[in-house]
């Protein structure tokens, strides 16, 4: 029996682990643990371990980070998977695998960052992408998918109906979901139009996690708080609802910015905008390289199946155009796919976790 731990830097890490979780549990060879670092708000945690217990799962938690660390190192666990590097080093022994399935597949350079010599194996979602980290020297690499999209083949249709009733909403509408990045953002751009654009159609608002449990980032979950507050058709997802999943499987049409989640869309083949008309902080306004060298620009440059706005006014037309003609990128958002995703068939974690077994 191996022991495996899920360090579950943040909760929204969750839904990519969750599918490597249930395939362990599968073959019956596995005792699982999950564990979040120590912070001084425990709502993340606290929400973390409840899943833990639906799931027959043990959780791993102190009353400090210092004796959490050394509760993790007492178990010896043969497997550490990880969405981060964060604090692996402190955790993990050295005769123990440690995995990497990262956390997100945006337009960051952090993908490329955050990486540390004692990872092993570490889950890449494209060709395209395990080239070019091939390219950059590393060797630890394995072609699986996106584990957190695994779960689109799985999702049972009446959970996805009971959301649908939970949301009340309006069934002769089309649904946009909204999901923005912390920052760079769009949301003080976009948010201004999201008022018109409810009339005719459902509007699901998706944010980032540090949009509600970063200081700086507050005055983003206020804006939307107040808008669904006047809007009946403006629905915000609140904090405690981390999984995307079945949101994207409810909606007609994806808004974001820089965020995975226009990746994580494309195997559902429906239209796409891109707003790439961002709010950033003074010093990258008047230090401009800075920002970019943060970006991967390249990514971003060859990104072809969305439709791109550099201006807000040009939201709404282009929602309904997309609406619309929502075959009119279809050949792109699939190729987009094959290329961005690899082998989309719902067994990503099963690829991982046989790759884990045979190291």
């Known amino acids: 029996m191996k022991k495996v731990l899920f360090e ?22 596995y005792k699982i643990h999950v564990s979040m670092p120590r912070r001084l708000s425990l709502i993340q945690q606290d929400i973390l371990e409840e899943l833990c217990k639906e799931n027959g799962i043990s959780f791993i938690s102190s009353a400090n980070e210092q004796g ?20 692996l080093n402190k955790i993990i ?4 695998i440690a995995v990497m399935v990262y956390h997100g597949i ?35 690499l394995v072609l699986t998918g996106f584990t957190k999209l695994d779960r689109l083949h ?5 959970s996805i109906n009971l959301i649908k009733n939970d949301l009340e909403l309006n069934l002769n509408k089309k649904t946009i979901l909204y999901a923005p990045s912390f920052y760079p953002t769009s949301i003080e751009k976009i948010s201004p139009y999201l008022s018109d654009l409810s009339q005719d159609h459902n509007i699901i608002i998706k944010l980032h996690a540090f949009s509600w449990e970063q200081k700086k980032y507050h005055y983003q979950n206020i804006l939307f708080i107040e808008l669904s507050k006047v809007c009946k058709n403006i629905h915000l997802l609140p904090n405690e609802v ?11 049409i994806l808004i974001t910015d820089i965020s995975s989640t226009m990746f994580e869309y494309l195997p559902l083949d429906r239209p796409i905008i891109q707003a790439e008309c ?8 008047i230090f401009n390289q800075r920002f970019w060298r943060k970006m991967d620009i390249i990514r971003q440059e060859n990104i072809d199946f969305t439709y791109k706005i550099f201006d807000p006014d040009n939201l709404m037309s282009r929602v309904y155009y997309a609406l619309d003609n929502v075959d009119e990128m279809s050949e792109n958002r699939k190729k987009a796919c094959q290329h961005y995703l690899y082998n989309n068939d719902g ?10 077994e045979k190291y």
């Open 278 to 285: 961002f709010s950033l902080k003074l010093k990258h306004r």
């Open 8 to 29: 579950t830097h943040h909760l929204y890490y969750w839904p990519n682990f969750l599918p490597i979780l249930q395939e362990l549990k599968k073959r019956q060879n």
């Open 68 to 87: 959490r660390i050394k509760k993790i190192k007492k178990e010896a666990y043969d497997i550490i998977i990880v969405g981060n590097v964060g604090q």
């Open 93 to 96: 022994l050295p005769e123990a």
């Open 242 to 252: 981390f999984d995307i999943i079945p949101y994207y499987m409810i909606s007609d």
């Open 106 to 140: 945006g337009l960051k350079q952090s993908y490329y960052t955050d990486i540390d010599d004692r990872i092993n194996l570490r889950a890449v979602e494209s060709l395209d992408r395990m080239n070019e980290l091939k390219g950059h020297g590393h060797t630890n």
């Open 347 to 356: 067994r990503a974690s099963f690829r991982l976790v046989e790759a884990i």
């Open 154 to 158: 799985h999702f049972a249709n009446e």
